[in-house]
């Protein structure tokens, strides 16, 4: 790891698991904003929460699971987002988180404006 880039390490717990969080950039907190979310190019897509949000992630709360390494889109307030999924972890309540990194996010106040 590059010395000038600092690594913040906590020990948190996720319904049954316990994970070492090694994120380079801070999280911000969404109150669980309502999504939907497509895997890869098919046409169906699922309801999801957006739990939280970075410059380079997302981490979403879901009622199905996940395949790690798909690739996903997700649509939320004016924002569609791509991102392959880089984890799922399953909580006591039958619910999935799921982490994103983004590859490609799109505002699309961006394309409305004249």
């Known amino acids: 790891m590059d010395s000038a880039v600092?690594?913040?390490v906590q020990t948190?717990?996720?319904g049954a698991h316990e994970f070492v969080d090694r994120r380079l950039e801070?999280?911000?907190p969404c109150d669980d904003i309502s999504a939907q979310v497509r895997i890869g190019e098919g046409l169906n897509s699922?309801?999801?929460s957006v739990l939280d949000i970075s410059t380079s992630g997302v981490?979403?709360?879901l009622d199905s699971s996940l395949e790690v390494g798909s690739n996903v889109t997700v649509w939320f307030?004016?924002?569609v987002v791509t991102g392959q999924v880089r984890y799922c972890r399953g909580n006591q309540d039958g619910?999935?988180?799921a982490g994103l990194r983004l590859l490609d996010v799109l505002n699309l106040d961006?394309?409305?404006r004249n």
């Open 77 to 79: 307030n004016k924002t």
């Open 110 to 112: 961006v394309l409305n």
């Open 59 to 61: 981490r979403l709360g």
């Open 12 to 14: 948190q717990s996720r």
């Open 6 to 8: 600092s690594e913040t």
């Open 95 to 97: 619910s999935f988180d």
């Open 46 to 48: 699922t309801p999801a």
């Open 26 to 28: 801070q999280r911000t």
